[in-house]
């Protein structure tokens, strides 16, 4: 079940209903303006919560206007004005945690980011959701552990220079840690090394987000934000005598109320997921195809060429094999529509029409090569695929403004699933 903390921005207590910021200037556009509600909300991890990075009261928050330039900013929700006036078009909002988040923190932090149509003469309620975007790790001790040895040093690892060490220091019940694995994390290794009377044991464990039965937002394949981790200790004693460790993982959603084990103790200490029961998605069920996409992304002109275009990686897995995978562009950006016209039409696709097929389009991959982009398209049947619309940064990196790609993806037994990526390019 999801939790949400919500505070509408409000100032109906302290000015009358006629009364706005004096400090917002309202630009002047001939399509006319309309007004703008702001809530912000948080997709909570925990029933009870004692510390102000889950108050959103305090999140500053951030008005982009539609080409990308800023608005409009304030330091805490709790500062905005009932309503704000803005001139007609489309607006990305966002908010986050007070300060930014660093690679290792003591408590969560959280972004959100939500694009808001101003309609002329209306106003326009705009939430935006605001997810944890870092992982929470946890260990634990039984009592057999801490009798046994004298120090210990566990290791997290992502594949990267990014690491995170619980250790003896930090007691037997240590706080948990709350880590930011970037664009996430495929697998994670986990290293212990103990020393005990006789010697030094270690053990190194890999897990992957395989191994979750559940996943705070979405259905990545990556360890992301939100995602909580408990790690367990206990000593193990093999028939030759010698000690090792049993280590027992939950991957669960942070936002569930109950949490469920996942992975076995084994005895080499190795992990090995659960066996599960459950049936394959049938035909017609929601399940049928899995469409993970990436949080909006927002960069400045000049950038693209150089931003990780993982980012923009939407993941595609079907139970019965992709028949269809369309790509449709929008943009605010004139130039942008003009040149996606204009390029497509000499490959023969329509990104601004119809859309594109990627299923066995061997001509989408003479586009992105023409824009120095490798691509790889899957064929009928596939079961999985990765639609990298980071291919697109180095031609949005000169064309500010909001970029949107809608993809639908159909199933060979006619399931269908849709999604959008926003990209949105300042100045």
Known sequence: MKLHNIFIA????LLTASCVNEDITTAESGDGNGALRVSVETMEPLKTRADQSYEVTNFP???YNPDGSK????????????????????????????????RIMATPYYKGTEVSEIVKDVTTQSTITCKMANTKVTVGYDQDFIDLFTSWTITFDDGTSNAITFSNEQGTTPAALYWDLGNGADKLTVNFRGVNKDGTVTASNTITKSQATESYDGESSKFTGGDAI????SPTE????????????QVFDTAAEEVQAVVQIVDNGNLKPDDGSGDDPTPGDDNAITLSLPAPITFNMGEGST?????????????????SLMVKAESSSEDMVASLEAVGAG????????????????????????????????????????????????????MSGTHTFHLTAKD????EKSGTVIVTVRE
Do not use: C, W
Not at 78 to 99: D, K, N, W
Not at 230 to 233: A, K, T
Not at 238 to 249: F, K, L, N, P, Y
């Open 10 to 13: 409000s100032a109906v207590a």
């Open 61 to 63: 928050v951030t008005i």
């Open 71 to 102: 608005y409009e900013s304030y330091e805490a929700v709790s500062q905005m004005p009932e309503a704000i006036q803005l001139p007609v078009g489309r607006y990305t909002l966002e908010a986050h945690t007070p300060g930014i988040m660093e």
């Open 230 to 233: 408990v790690i367990n200790f």
């Open 238 to 249: 093999a028939t030759t005598g010698e000690i090792t460790i049993g280590i027992t993982v």
């Open 307 to 323: 931003l990780d275009k993982s980012l923009g990686d939407v993941n595609i897995a079907a139970t019965n094999g992709i028949k």
């Open 347 to 398: 490959y023969g696709l329509d990104f601004v029409g119809a859309g594109v097929e990627v299923v066995g389009n061997n001509d989408l991959v003479s586009f992105f090569a023409g824009l120095g982009q490798t691509l790889s398209v899957p064929a009928e049947g596939d079961t999985s695929y990765e639609f990298p619309i980071g291919n697109f940064f180095p031609l949005l990196d000169v």
């Open 412 to 415: 060979m037994n006619g399931n």
